[in-house]
């Protein structure tokens, strides 16, 4: 059964937590960044539409974690998202357990790290619980840096957003990192638009991406303005949870008209819900990359398939309008 669930806060509990494109001909529908063209580029690499995240890498052996990421970048998926803090849920055995195993999945297979765009991040300390002071956040990546077993990850984020931390220190950590050659280039998670800004004004090289919850079952990053400063700035939305944790395609949570609504447009397009979400999130012109979870190696190339699947105008809004159950004005 799939749980309402919400990454591991830094209590341990669950709880709440691009390249633009121009619109085009209608013909063309909102789909204007065209799902199926190559995915934009994050640390001067590109990255499919469709992301691998590790958040739920845990409770199997390595041989079939190494599986399903080589499946993965078998499928074309190249930006692997982990953080610090997975490992604290889902069977996992605490802070640090799934960069601990994706490093071994990355020293067993020789050559797969130069594959895959690796990105993590930190700035969650259990019991704080944010710490995005330039001390903790050195610490933090140089720790990944060594649970990983890579000498430099291409993207590191900030996890949440720490507002005891002034934006000109964490510039200055990632500046430090970076110099380095800890990492390529850096990104923010769950931040707002104005502290994303305000972390943008003291770095001297352009934010390379935002991670924000985006789906179906969470639209704000279409109104709040996240979305937006992608657009303006070309800042890459890695969309987390597209499918909602995988409540878009239970139904678990959701309004029954999205369910009903899904389905009649998985119909129309081959695709099955879990489809119809990702090529909704693909839909919008910024080009978000859809960070996928699924353990199913069948369910993975289905949804890189999905995300190459454009949705018209009239169709994605019919899926905001179920969504919200609302018309919109
Ligand atoms: N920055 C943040 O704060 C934050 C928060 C949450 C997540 N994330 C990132 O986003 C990534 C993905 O999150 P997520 O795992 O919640 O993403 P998701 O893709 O929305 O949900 C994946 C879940 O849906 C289930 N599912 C059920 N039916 C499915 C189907 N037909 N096809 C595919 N999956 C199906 C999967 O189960 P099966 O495995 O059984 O297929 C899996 O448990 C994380 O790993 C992490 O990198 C970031």
């Known amino acids: ?52 995240g590790c958040w739920r890498m845990t409770g199997a052996d390595d041989a079939t974690h ?6 993965a970048v078998d499928a074309g998926i190249t930006l692997v998202d982990t953080a610090d803090v997975y490992g604290l849920d889902w069977g996992g055995t605490g802070f640090g357990a799934c960069e601990e195993t994706l490093g071994r999945v990355l020293a067993a297979a020789p050559g797969l790290r130069d594959r895959i765009v690796l990105a993590t991040k930190g700035g969650i300390v259990p019991g704080v619980p944010y710490d995005s002071s330039a001390a903790a956040i050195t610490r933090a990546c140089e720790a990944s840096l060594r649970r990983l077993g890579v000498d430099h990850v291409d993207l590191y984020q900030i996890h949440r957003p720490d507002p005891f931390a002034h934006p000109e220190e964490v510039a200055g950590a990632l500046v430090a990192l970076r110099e380095r050659g800890l990492v390529r280039a850096v990104g923010v998670s769950n931040h707002t638009v104005a502290q994303t800004r305000a972390l943008v004004a003291h770095l001297p090289f352009a934010l390379a991406t935002t991670q924000p919850e985006y789906s179906l079952a969470h639209l704000d990053p279409l109104r709040d303005g996240t979305l937006d400063l992608c657009a303006e700035t070309g800042v890459v939305p890695l969309a987390w949870s597209p499918l909602g944790g995988g409540r878009l395609v239970t139904g678990e949570g959701i309004r029954p008209g999205l369910g009903a609504a899904m389905d009649t447009v998985a119909e129309r397009h081959g695709l099955d819900r879990a489809g119809v979400a990702v090529a909704f999130v693909c839909a919008h012109p910024t080009r978000p990359v859809a960070l996928v979870g699924t353990r199913d190696a069948d369910r993975l190339r289905a949804l890189v398939d999905a995300a190459a699947v454009s949705l018209d105008r009239s169709t994605v809004y019919d899926l905001i309008e179920a969504a919200e159950g609302v018309p919109l004005p």
């Open 1 to 52: 059964m799939v749980r309402e669930e919400r990454e591991p806060t830094p209590t341990g509990a669950t709880g709440a937590a691009g390249a633009t494109g121009v619109a085009g001909p209608e013909v063309a529908g909102p789909g204007v960044a065209g799902p199926g063209v190559a995915g934009p580029e994050v640390a001067g690499r590109p990255v499919g539409r469709v992301g691998l």
């Open 66 to 71: 190494g599986a399903w990421v080589g499946a």
